[in-house]
């Protein structure tokens, strides 16, 4: 509850007064933990909102376990509705540029809680003085003083204004009736919002004990915060005490009542309603709502700190989380890549309730969502040496690394699956995590690698007489030659693979070599070969049951691709077009920017050069509004190449 706080408001008011140029304002509020920090931002922000009509975002930067640069500017665009799930880049580069020109335009308010660096603040001042960024910390940034920014010491709050939020919690007639006690009381809590509020909810329980009995007005400890965590803590019922213990051992640095209920063996609806209760003690902090999880919670750290959880309640606390994570990335794989193969599952803890994931939508927001506990889940579990489920979340986890394009959380997390799997014993998850990550590696130009990875991968295959994964792995080695354009060595690798598909009956398979091989033939100037290959691809792919309208589009763009090569010109550009909005359609705006580039190179090829720069200006925005950096240099040296002809 906010209570005064009149002159740290006009303090606030001062320091944005002036503002500088070519950059926003940042005001860093500093103070001990619990001392109202981001509650004086937010009501200052309410206050003034009229100077900031175009938001008012919010950022946990968690100096417990700090935000990553990633993590921080997708949950700033995505507050600004910029992109869903498949539509923001995740290169730190890319995000941060994309943010910058977001910010650049609009008058926003950006108040990044609990920081720990100035290198977590920094990058994500928007350079437009209609915007202000305000920081909360428990030390100051003398590193953001050199660059502008204006430090607030917040105090506690004035006897009379801790005793006035006492008696808004407890009632004023109960306040009134001991003010002798309610005084020392709120002197016992230092003036600190926290500790008065902890105090107040024990005293809330306690409604026959007369305030002079408090606890608080006989402790010695001189931490008030941490007195009152404690005393708040002693309070507890056992339902909640034990739910408390037992989330603090769940590896995730925040919580949300389906994940608490399967980590801790607790029916949902009752694990909802405690971490209500344990919010409404203060113990627990509310940091907002996500799509599928909804309510989201972090244990305080003053809490956490004073928390003893039995060590042998450890393992089986991580074991029923990473069995509900598994679970529910299962779900993703079916709803978003079906055709993923699957490992052998342990089936030890069947979620009561798992999240509620039924579509293409709500597996991207869980998969989202939860990124932020993957390493330290798959951290918990090759420490307890739980190797499997590490391997098998890993593998499950696939939609995430393919259909969000986490290359970098993809290759650390495939490379503790090798280990895992290796540990494991499991051949074919030895094959399937080298695999994946051979695949990371080629997505991130790392080829000599994913010809290693997939090389190793194959000689398992065939020794285990897999003729399914020799066709994979063949097929991935001929798709990393085509990657770094080395069509020439690519093409027997994927003729060979289409061979293994064929004995198989994998259309799918086939299909998707097809499409390289045909591709590298036309781009080698064989459009005779190439063309007719890009259609069969493109006639197994229509075939499938269930269907794969993604990459029966890229047949389409690059035999477009293919047709232009051939100088047919204008019915390169129908098939292309025809791709494109198909991949409009299925919301692959990567896709379709790269889609649009082809139209360009098309009409290039045709000798229209002002249909090409049309094409290549529309190409680079759409790369523009994904934050993809790279692609919009790539664009712009296009451009700039037609321009100088």
């Known amino acids: 509850m906010f209570t005064d706080r009149e002159h740290d408001m006009a303090a606030l008011d ?55 640069a990633v993590e921080t500017a997708r949950s700033l665009l995505r507050g600004l509705g910029r992109g869903d799930g498949s539509q923001l880049p995740w290169e730190v580069s890319d995000l941060q540029a ?17 920081a720990a660096s100035p290198e977590q603040v920094l990058p994500l001042v928007p350079a437009n003085s209609e915007c202000l960024v305000v920081v909360t910390s428990r030390s100051p940034m003398p590193a953001l003083a050199a660059h502008g920014a204006h430090h607030h010491q917040l105090g506690p709050l004035a006897p009379a204004h801790a005793v006035a939020l006492l008696g808004r919690i407890l009632g004023a007639d109960r306040v009134r009736a001991e003010p002798a006690a309610a005084e020392a009381l709120a002197r016992a809590c230092g003036g600190n919002p926290l500790a008065v509020g902890l105090a107040a909810g024990e005293a809330v329980l306690t409604p026959a004990r007369p305030l002079v009995s408090h606890p608080a007005l006989s402790s010695t400890d001189p931490e008030s915060v941490l007195m009152t965590t404690a005393l708040a803590l002693a ?11 037992l989330a603090a051992l769940i590896p995730t640095p925040d919580l949300d009542p389906l994940t608490v209920a399967a980590a801790t063996a607790t029916p949902a609806e009752q694990s909802l309603h405690l971490l209500h209760e344990l919010a409404a003690r203060n113990l627990l902090e509310h940091i907002g709502r996500q799509n599928v999880r909804g309510d989201v919670y972090r244990i305080r750290p003053e809490a956490r700190d004073l928390l003893h959880s039995p060590a042998n309640a450890r393992r089986p606390v991580v074991q029923r989380h990473l069995d509900y994570l598994i679970y529910n990335a299962q779900t993703t794989v079916r709803i978003l890549t079906p055709h993923h193969r ?23 927001d869980w998969l989202e969502a939860i990124t932020p506990s993957v390493l330290p889940a ?58 994946t ?48 354009e080395r069509y020439a060595a690519a093409e027997p690798e994927l003729a060979r693979a289409i061979e293994l598909y064929a004995d198989l009956d994998d259309r799918r398979g086939a299909g998707l070599a097809e499409i390289l091989l045909g591709s590298a033939a036309a781009r080698q100037g064989n459009t005779d070969l190439g063309i007719p290959l890009l259609r069969q691809a493109l006639a197994d792919l229509e075939s499938l049951t269930p269907p794969d309208p993604l990459n029966v589009a ?9 047709q232009s090569l051939a100088d047919e010109h204008e019915l390169a550009a129908t098939t292309i077009n025809i791709a494109v909005q198909e991949f409009v359609r299925l919301g692959h705006r990567h896709w379709a920017a790269y889609g649009t580039e082809f139209l360009g190179q098309a009409a290039e090829r045709g000798n229209l050069p002002a249909v090409a720069a049309s094409w290549y200006a529309t190409s680079q925005d759409q790369y523009r509004s994904l934050g993809s950096s790279r692609d919009v240099e790539r664009l712009q040296s296009r451009l700039l190449a037609l321009l100088t002809e």
């Open 98 to 114: 994309l943010w910058r020109s977001t910010a650049a335009t609009r008058r926003l308010l950006v108040i990044l809680e609990d």
């Open 554 to 562: 890229r047949a389409k763009v690059f035999l477009g691709e293919a």
């Open 235 to 245: 309070a507890l019922p056992e339902p909640e005490a034990r739910l408390l213990r």
């Open 14 to 68: 001062a320091h944005v007064a002036v503002r500088p140029e070519g950059t926003a304002p940042v005001i860093v509020i500093t103070g001990p933990g619990g001392i109202g920090k981001s509650a004086l931002a937010a009501r200052w922000g309410h206050r003034h909102a009229a100077r900031f009509p175009d938001g008012q975002l919010l950022v946990q930067l968690r100096a417990g376990g700090p935000a990553s």
């Open 342 to 364: 699957t490992l052998p599952r342990q089936h030890r803890h069947h979620p009561a309730q798992a999240a509620r994931i039924g579509d293409d939508r709500t597996a991207l």
């Open 378 to 435: 798959l951290a918990a579990a090759r420490d307890l040496g739980e190797h499997q489920a590490l391997t098998v979340l890993v593998h499950d986890l696939w939609p995430l690394f393919h259909r969000l394009r986490r290359t970098d959380l993809s290759l650390t997390c495939h490379e503790l699956g090798v280990e895992a799997a290796r540990q494991w014993g499991h051949r074919m998850a030895i094959r399937e995590m080298t695999t």
């Open 437 to 484: 990550l051979a695949i990371s590696h080629k997505r991130t130009g790392q080829h000599e690698d994913a010809l290693r990875l997939y090389e190793e991968a194959r000689i398992l295959a065939t020794e285990d007489q897999d003729p399914d994964g020799t066709a994979q792995c063949t097929a991935g080695i001929g798709a990393t030659l085509y990657d770094a």
